[in-house]
């Protein structure tokens, strides 16, 4: 069997996806570390992979030797993508309550008001790097208000952040950033249990203290994860979102005509370039068949959400962004036990964050050549490092809601 080009699958991951797809669905592969996983790649195999039970997420059930992803110190490392049932189902349940459709919908003004003062911030300058500027600072802002990071903490949250997900290319670096962000995450769980406030890290700690339904570990783990994926897939998200109406000015031009799309564009925006190419590494905890392959317990599974959402068996024409298409069962927010928890908050910023720059931003363009428009090299994320753009300078306000808002 053929083995997976990793390096064309970091810098051309669709054509090769698509590649891999016709000629070998369920592929053997080496990770950047040099252990072994197989990459699935067909839209049937995929979204049954993800609501699979015999797929553990647990390392335990791992053979040594076998692609394990991200290393942790334990503090980080007892997440919830790293646990199965019954586990999960309890640290999950405790979080989620923050994540309701009406939970979040009550955040709508405060997420508005925070992408209009960073259109506002820059509108004037006629040119900004709309990653920098706009893609970054937006979550981080707003999944900070939920957890209840201090302002002056945020900047920093942000270089720890990029430097673990760089971790392949400076180790040292990746690994500093762990112990500062460990360091920081138990300062800020010492403080809620001194001064609580009205957000969720404060619930949670209250959760673990009076009712002991989490331990230290877990506490620290989850607000680590609900930081690192409410901000990672999220920038990335808005990024490539804007990108690609930048690609396709009739779809973008259709959306301005007709805001009422933009529930369903955002879905379409999420399947044609998602953030995460692949779910989290998963564990068979026995023998398992995938599209015709037998894989053995303990083997690393690695399920491609980019290639199952550009499979033409499921979306015709995958490869065309059709912000009028149908996209239901689109896995880029995943599937089963573990899907996105923080599915209603992406959907709404996404909104939000796109409806803002493509209203706020008239004569909206790459101010680089399309080719100087880079993704970061990596097979986990799809992401890009800057997205320099012109517009034509202005207050950044909203045309068709100026009245409105007066
Ligand atoms: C904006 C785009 C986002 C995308 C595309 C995305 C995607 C995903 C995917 C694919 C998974 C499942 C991983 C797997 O099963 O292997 C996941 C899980 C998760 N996401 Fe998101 N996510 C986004 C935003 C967010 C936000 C804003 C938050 C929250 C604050 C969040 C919190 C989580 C958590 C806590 C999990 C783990 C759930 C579990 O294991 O039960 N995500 N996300």
Known sequence: MPEVNVASLAAQPYATLEGLRGACPVARAVGPDGAPFWL??????????????????????????????????????????????????????????????????????????????????????????????????????????????????????????????AASADPAAAKAAMVQLTGFLGRLVADKRTSPGADLLSDLVQARDENGSLSEEELTSLAFLLLFAGYENSVHLIGSSILALLDHPDEMKRLLAQPELLEGAIEELARYDGPAPLAIRRFPTRDVEIGGTRIGAGETVMLSLAAANRDPARFPEPDRLDLQRSTGGHVALGRGAHYCLGAPLARLELQIAVDTVVRGLPGLRLSVPRDDVRFRPSIRTRGLTALPVAFDAGDGRQPQLQEGRQ
């Open 40 to 165: 699935v790649t067909r839209y049937a195999d995929v979204a049954a992979g993800l609501a699979d039970p015999d797929l553990s997420l647990d390392r335990r059930n791992a053979t040594p030797g076998q692609y394990h992803g991200l290393s942790l110190p334990p503090a980080l490392d007892a997440n919830l993508l790293n646990m199965d049932a019954p586990d999960h189902t309890r640290v999950r349940a405790l979080a989620a309550r923050a994540f309701t459709a009406q939970r979040v919908e009550a955040l709508r003004p405060s997420i508005q008001q925070a992408a209009d003062e960073l259109i506002r911030g820059f509108a004037a300058r006629g040119e900004a790097d709309l990653v920098a500027d706009y893609a970054a600072p937006l979550p981080i802002l707003i999944i900070s208000q939920i957890l209840g990071v201090p302002a002056p903490d945020r900047s920093d949250f942000r270089l720890w952040t990029d430097a673990i997900l």
